[in-house]
T-cell receptor
Framework: DTGVSQDPRHKITKRGQNVTFRCDPISEHNRLYWYRQTLGQGPEFLTYFQNEAQLEKSRLLSDRFSAERPKGSFSTLEIQRTEQGDSAMYLC??????????????FGPGTRLTVL | DQQVKQNSPSLSVQEGRISILNCDYTNSMFDYFLWYKKYPAEGPTFLISISSIKDKNEDGRFTVFLNKSAKHLSLHIVPSQPGDSAVYFCAASVNSWGKLQFGAGTQVVVTP
């Protein structure tokens, strides 16, 4: 069990550019979540997948954001036409996702995005 | 709408003493509660959780108490150690799974 991994750990980009982040969940974890954290706040939910199906998206996820989990394993989060307000820590979490059981989410180290 | 609140942004405690962190929630549908610890530039690390069918859960130095009628939970750390210095987040979910709602966190500093 190597834990949740995220790549890159840091990304600096110019306003208007597109960026893509990758998350590899713990193996055999069916659920994968994306959160965003800004300074002084707790993580805020963005979206989550059960296997390859995207089951819920937050209102925070504008149409510039898109997430995929094509084969039910790793996931990508893309932000198009980045804005300075997108600067944040993007966190990925995974869980077993067994219905009827309490479901603990385990987080990756995060990707720190800075938009200049 | 902040449904999970941690009203103390910081807590300073002496090494060896008890740390008590508090968390309040407003959504009565929450039935699974978790505490995470976070160091700078790292992701949150899961500490301990409690289901709404219980009022206490213990794991080593960490104990979580849940008071459903008051919509309040607390995390006790005994004894506090310097390595406990971090930001602690309270989180909650509905139906014991799904998206988590987090509080804003409490910065704990353990002094020698």
């Amino acid at each position: 069990d190597t834990g949740v991994s995220q790549d890159p750990r840091h990304k600096i980009t110019k306003r208007g550019q597109n960026v893509t982040f990758r998350c590899d969940p713990i193996s055999e974890h069916n659920r994968l979540y994306w959160y965003r954290q800004t300074l002084g706040q707790g993580p805020e939910f963005l979206t989550y997948f059960q296997n390859e199906a995207q089951l819920e998206k937050s209102r925070l996820l504008s149409d510039r954001f898109s997430a995929e989990r094509p084969k039910g394993s790793f996931s990508t989060l893309e932000i198009q036409r980045t804005e300075q307000g997108d600067s944040a820590m993007y966190l990925c979490a995974s869980s077993l996702g067994r219905q009827g059981w309490t479901d603990t989410q385990y987080f990756g180290p995060g990707t720190r995005l800075t938009v200049l | 709408d902040q449904q999970v609140k941690q009203n103390s942004p910081s807590l300073s405690v002496q090494e060896g003493r008890i740390s008590i962190l508090n968390c309040d929630y407003t959504n009565s549908m929450f039935d699974y509660f978790l505490w995470y610890k976070k160091y700078p530039a790292e992701g949150p690390t899961f500490l301990i959780s409690i289901s709404s069918i219980k009022d206490k859960n213990e794991d080593g130095r960490f104990t979580v108490f849940l008071n459903k009628s008051a919509k309040h939970l607390s995390l006790h750390i005994v004894p506090s150690q310097p390595g406990d210095s971090a930001v602690y987040f309270c989180a909650a979910s509905v139906n014991s799974w799904g998206k988590l709602q987090f509080g804003a966190g409490t910065q704990v500093v353990v002094t020698p």
